[in-house]
Structures are given as C-alpha cells and as structure tokens.
C-alpha cells in the first residue's frame, strides 16, 4: 500500500508533479486544496475570507486526516499543511513524505505569474512576493526538513520536464540507482 505526501511551498510543483506522477505509477491522486473545496463546497480564497487563517487551518487538518486514510493514493498538500498542528508528524505517521526543494528564485518567477489564486500572495508587489517568500521559506523550512526526502522540483516547465521528473522522482522513492 503506497501513500506519499508532497509538501513544499506554494509554487514548488506538488499538484503538477503529484499528478503526473500519480498517472504515472495508477496511483489516485488528491490535491488537499481541491479535496477541502470539494467537501466544503467553498474556494480556498472564500473559506480564508469567511473564516480566517486560524478557522481554514482547522479545516485543513480535518481534511488531512480524511484523506490520510485513502490507500494508493499521492497527496498534494497545501503549502502551509506541514506547519500547523501535528500535521507532519502525522503524515510521517502514516505516509512517504516528499519535500519539493526549488530556489526562491524559482519559487517567484512561478509565482508572480500564479499568485492571484492564492489569497496569501494575491495583492503582493514583486518585492513584496520577494519578502514573502524568503521569509517564509525560513519559518517552515523546519517542518518541510521532517521530510523523508527532499527532492529537487525545479524541473517542471515543459511536458518533457515533468516526465523526467516523474521518473527521477520514482527512483528516489523506490531506492533505484540513476
Ligand atoms: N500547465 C502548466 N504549464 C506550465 N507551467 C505550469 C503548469 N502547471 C504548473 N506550472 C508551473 O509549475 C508551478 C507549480 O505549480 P503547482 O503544481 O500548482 O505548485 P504547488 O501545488 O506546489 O503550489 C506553477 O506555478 C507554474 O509555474
Ligand atoms: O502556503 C500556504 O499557506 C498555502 C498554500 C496553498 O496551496 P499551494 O501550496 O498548492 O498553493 C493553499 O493551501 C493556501 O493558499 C495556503
Ligand atoms: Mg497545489
């Protein structure tokens, strides 16, 4: 029975690799934000408005451990999932953890061009995207370190890079010599 979880910040590829790679190997795949959408019939942006930080973590939680009961499954966590309540002790608990390490660098020029559906970035100016990310990264960088593996996501900007990492990804998590 598989059951491994990608975390990283926003704009570090868990939903386009988590994907690809759970089509890749039959396994189901979940992305945790969607999942959250779909049980509570309200958008990641309206449940921040609606509820606040404190109120969609909550819920965050909850789903997690929904979906920390699917078998064969990946799951995209969101970006914040490891960092609030016991979140990644608990998907070490149960799961392969991934960590998706891309450079801030990459991690902006993603989402400069993605920001507008995640409320935590939406009105940013580029230096304020900048600030944002740095510091962010150094806050969670802690709980994205429990990971059981860290793997390198900076190669996800074509079709034919996202195959490559599907396979790179698969021989990292099965111990296969490159
Ligand atoms: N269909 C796509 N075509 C080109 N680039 C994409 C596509 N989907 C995602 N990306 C790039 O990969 C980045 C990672 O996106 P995503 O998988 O949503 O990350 P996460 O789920 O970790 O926030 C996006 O910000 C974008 O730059
Ligand atoms: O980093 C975060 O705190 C968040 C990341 C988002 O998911 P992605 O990492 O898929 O963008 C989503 O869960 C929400 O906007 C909060
Ligand atoms: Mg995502």
Same mark, same amino acid.
Request: with cysteine.
């Given at each position: 029975?598989?059951?491994?979880?990608?975390?990283?910040?926003?704009?570090?590829?868990?939903?386009?690799?988590?994907?690809?790679?759970?089509?890749?190997?039959?396994?189901?795949?979940? #992305?945790?934000?969607?999942?959250?959408?779909?049980?509570?019939?309200?958008?990641?942006?309206?449940?921040?408005?609606?509820?606040?930080? =404190?109120?969609?973590? *909550?819920?965050?939680? @909850?789903?997690?451990?929904?979906?920390?009961?699917?078998?064969?499954?990946?799951? @995209?966590?969101?970006?914040?999932?490891?960092?609030?309540?016991?979140?990644?002790?608990?998907?070490?608990?149960?799961? +392969? +953890?991934?960590?998706?390490?891309?450079?801030?660098?990459?991690?902006?020029?993603?989402?400069?061009?993605? $920001?507008?559906?995640?409320?935590?970035?939406?009105? $940013?100016?580029?230096?304020?995207?900048?600030?944002?990310?740095?510091? @962010?990264?150094?806050?969670?960088?802690?709980?994205?370190?429990?990971?059981?593996?860290?793997?390198? @996501?900076? =190669?996800? *900007?074509?079709?034919? =890079?996202?195959?490559?990492?599907? $396979?790179?990804? #698969?021989?990292?998590?099965?111990?296969?010599?490159?």
């Amino acid at each position: 029975m598989k059951r491994i979880f990608l975390i990283g910040y926003m704009g570090s590829g868990k939903t386009t690799l988590g994907k690809a790679y759970s089509q890749a190997c039959g396994l189901e795949f979940i #992305d945790l934000d969607w999942y959250v959408e779909g049980r509570m019939h309200k958008t990641i942006n309206e449940l921040f408005a609606e509820k606040g930080e =404190q109120g969609f973590r *909550e819920i965050e939680r @909850a789903m997690l451990h929904e979906v920390g009961e699917f078998e064969n499954v990946v799951i @995209a966590c969101g970006g914040g999932t490891p960092c609030f309540f016991d979140n990644m002790p608990y998907m070490n608990s149960v799961g +392969t +953890t991934v960590f998706l390490d891309v450079d801030p660098e990459v991690l902006f020029r993603r989402l400069k061009i993605a $920001k507008m559906k995640r409320p935590l970035l939406a009105d $940013k100016t580029d230096d304020e995207l900048t600030e944002t990310i740095n510091s @962010a990264l150094s806050q969670r960088l802690p709980y994205y370190l429990q990971a059981k593996y860290h793997f390198n @996501a900076e =190669q996800l *900007e074509s079709h034919r =890079q996202i195959e490559r990492s599907v $396979k790179l990804l #698969d021989q990292l998590l099965n111990n296969q010599t490159i």
